[in-house]
């Protein structure tokens, strides 16, 4: 586990530890820890980490809130923490204040749209939206004729159809139909729905490796409780590989995400190196959370299957956040084609190029 | 929590890039040449001494050691990039790489002054290559098993015995290799093993070459037959190899070597498949690409650790284990995406006859320098599993 060299990833995993600990939060059938756990995040001012002072935030820096959202990710924090700091970054680029309470980013898969009309309304459809039940405003990106706009939106005011990701949070279906924006403003130059994309690619990466580092970390505490043919399984030598698997895993994720997240942080315009690593980040988390996850469930035998067992809400967690923002396979088709069109010579300077 | 892995995410201060730009034009102008072909990493002759000489004259072996050794006291991570961007280019660096990564290093530790003045400075102008000594007939992975012996003589030790897979000895110089001047104890197996420095091409030392499945002979069996090595050549404590062993993995394991050894395949690939691929490519190569940047990331993490003075043994293993692991299945990979290629792609028959090496060069990869098995038990034991 990453010390917590920063301030604001020392909050938040204070307040994950008292308000929501895995097997408390597993225990509780009726949700009961989700709004003290909101509220508390809140009143620190971790879901509008993003937002400057001036626009209703608590204005931390890129890297305290990357760093922030890898600590969600250990916890497997299921508030929409992460959606809503997307969100209000969202805002920020256009200078739009963010209100309070929960909130979203619309669309939230590469391809789908949301189109602004010219009477100033917008319309869509858009699927697999992260707790867009759960959010009271969306951050919409929005499309017309002359360019890129990010609008507020109330939630309230768009269709939502409900659903669950493999992870059993929710995942939804949003139709907005003519809706009026609360406000609507141009977005800066340099900012495209890609962009979007790939700062929600690198979100999940890095909860994907921070549920990861969870997963190893309860695998190996269980291996050397768990005694099977009189000795602990952490003994067997098959096992041992199998842990230091996912240890390569776990590490490949977390270098990645991290990696990502820094050349975000320290980016002055998403080139195609930034590009390199985020989607790369996307592509490699993707690929451990499946065989990582895989390695967890196995060391962990029939009890990490059962429902009472904290394994799932991150195994399944980590498969589920593979989907948002661009899948691995959508990443991958077009970190290819980038590397084809700038051509067989020009791969190594790119991959060299930090 | 019990897993403390950390992968920094070190970025290459602007001086690398400096050199990476040096190291590529001297590169460019060796090929020029005629030096070696970056196409042909099958060519017969790996062993090119001029070419050795010239990266010593650059100054680019023994870059981090101390001045008054010849070194240049520049950081890890300058190494870091000369060794990258040579092994990209598919460089002939055979007669010093070994030198340069671990026996200088292990001079630099445990020799004696006078040897230190007197090796050092030759490694650092390209004028010296070394062998490792460490596998025998039975004792492969198992090191602790070596048997062959030094035996106390007057003002030093005979060697007898055999060591075996050792690369580049039939043109090395010198060798590090460990010897048994005692047997292991009750308490301890890995006892009884000493470190030494062996001058090569001398009576009492046989080097019969191996010939290897892709038709190199690169690996040697080496016999020793009352072989006098003089006491000043040996290096740390007698008898106490092993403790000298594990520390120095970290440099061996995390380079770039670690899992560029088949890249020039990907490179020939992204050629064929032409500036607007298909999906299948475009998505096998995607992942491929994120593969090698995840690694990439890994590895210069781990040289910064080691800038930094840490000892990351279990990353490097990790960095070693991951990347060894994929530069093995790359080929194979290739090969698959490979398989509609156009017949009229202009680098056909360079991408087959670099996968016929490349598919024949694979199975080592993870069986030299640490094995696969023995990279996981080194990180299950630092996972807290053993």
Redesign the interface.
Not at chain 2, 1 to 9: E, I, N, Q, S, Y
């Given at each position: 586990m990453a010390e917590s060299d920063n301030i604001v990833v020392e909050t938040a995993e204070k307040i994950f530890a008292d308000l929501a600990d895995p097997q408390t939060i597993n225990n509780d059938k009726k949700d009961a820890w989700k709004a003290p756990l909101w509220q508390a995040l809140s009143e620190a001012g971790l879901p509008l980490a993003w937002v400057p002072d001036d626009l209703g935030g608590s204005g931390a820096s890129l890297a305290d809130g990357f760093a922030l959202l890898n600590a969600a990710g250990r916890f497997a924090i299921a508030v929409p923490l992460a959606e809503t700091m997307l969100a209000g970054w969202l805002l920020a680029q256009a200078k739009i204040a963010s209100p309070e309470g929960e909130m979203t980013v619309l669309p939230a898969s590469p391809k789908d749209r949301i189109t602004l009309d010219p009477d100033g309304s917008l319309s869509g459809r858009v699927r697999g939206v992260p707790f867009a039940k759960a959010a009271r405003h969306f951050a919409v990106l929005t499309h017309d004729a002359s360019g890129v706009s990010i609008a507020l939106v109330d939630a309230g005011k768009a269709k939502v159809e409900a659903g669950l990701n493999v992870g059993y949070d929710d995942s939804d279906v949003v139709t907005l139909d003519k809706i009026a924006p609360i406000t609507i403003k141009p977005a800066p130059n340099h900012l495209d729905q890609t962009t979007v994309m790939l700062m929600g690619g690198v979100a999940r990466s890095l909860q994907i490796a921070g549920a990861l580092e969870s997963m190893l970390d309860i695998s190996v505490r269980y291996s050397n409780e768990r005694v099977a043919f009189e000795k602990k399984i952490s003994k067997f030598q098959a096992v041992q590989h199998n842990l230091a698997k996912l240890a390569g895993e776990s590490a490949a994720a977390l270098a990645a995400a991290t990696s990502a997240a820094d050349a975000i942080a320290n980016a002055t315009a998403f080139n195609d190196a930034v590009y390199l690593e985020a989607a790369s980040a996307k592509i490699r988390c993707a690929e451990a959370a499946e065989k990582g996850g895989a390695i967890a469930h196995q060391v962990h035998g029939a009890i990490g299957f059962t429902i009472e067992h904290i394994l799932h809400r991150y195994s399944l967690r980590a498969l589920a956040w593979r989907d948002d923002f661009g899948s691995e396979s959508y990443w991958a088709v077009e970190l290819g084609k980038l590397v084809a069109a700038r051509g067989a010579d020009e791969l190594w300077p790119l991959v060299a190029s930090r | 929590?019990?897993?403390?892995?950390?992968?920094?995410?070190i970025?290459?201060p602007p001086k690398c890039e400096e050199l990476?730009k040096e190291v590529r034009a001297f590169l460019a102008e060796e090929m020029a040449r005629g030096t070696f072909n970056p196409f042909k990493p099958n060519r017969e002759d790996t062993d090119v001494p001029e070419f050795s000489r010239r990266v010593g004259e650059r100054g680019w072996i023994g870059i981090t050691w101390p001045k008054k050794y010849g070194g240049h006291e520049r950081s890890f991570l300058e190494r870091y990039v000369v060794t990258?961007?040579m092994r990209?280019a598919n460089a002939p660096t055979r007669r010093f790489f070994v030198a340069d990564r671990q026996s200088g290093p292990i001079l630099l530790k445990y020799a004696p002054e006078h040897i230190k003045m007197d090796i050092l400075p030759r490694i650092c102008r390209g004028e010296l290559c070394f062998a490792i000594g460490m596998s025998e007939p039975n004792s492969g992975s198992d090191l602790f098993a070596a048997k062959t012996r030094a035996t106390k003589t007057d003002g030093g030790y005979l060697i007898n015995g055999t060591k075996i897979w050792t690369s580049s000895a039939h043109i090395a110089d010198y060798m590090i290799a460990i010897f048994r001047t005692s047997q292991p104890t009750k308490e301890n197996r890995r006892h009884g093993l000493t470190q030494f420095l062996v001058k090569m091409k001398q009576p009492g030392i046989k080097v019969n070459p191996i010939g290897q499945i892709t038709g190199q002979y690169e690996f040697n069996e080496v016999v020793f037959t009352d072989y006098f090595i003089p006491d000043d050549h040996v290096l740390g404590e007698v008898d106490g190899a092993w403790k000298q062993a594990t520390s120095e993995l970290a440099y061996e394991r995390s380079g770039p070597e670690r899992f560029l050894e088949t890249?020039y395949v990907?490179?020939?690939l992204?050629?064929a498949?032409?500036?607007?691929?298909d999906?299948r490519?475009?998505?096998?190569?995607?992942?491929l690409?994120?593969?090698?940047?995840?690694?990439?990331?890994?590895s210069v993490?781990v040289a910064g650790m080691l800038q930094a003075g840490k000892e990351p043994v279990?990353?490097a293993s990790?960095v070693k284990?991951?990347g060894t692991v994929w530069e093995q299945q790359l080929p194979h990979r290739v090969r698959d995406l490979a398989a509609f290629v156009e017949e009229t792609a202009s680098n056909r028959e360079t991408l087959e006859r670099q996968l016929d090496f490349a598919i024949k060069t694979a199975p080592k990869l993870t069986i030299q320098g640490g094995t696969t098995?023995v990279?996981?038990?080194i990180?299950?034991r630092?996972?807290?599993?053993?």
């Open positions: - | 929590m019990t897993a403390a892995l950390r992968f920094d995410p970025r290459l990476r990258e961007e990209v890249y990907l490179t020939e992204v050629r498949v032409g500036n607007d691929p999906t490519s475009a998505e096998g190569i995607g992942r690409v994120a593969q090698l940047h995840t690694m990439r990331r890994m993490s279990v990353e990790i284990d991951i098995e990279l996981r038990g990180i299950a630092g996972l807290g599993l053993r």
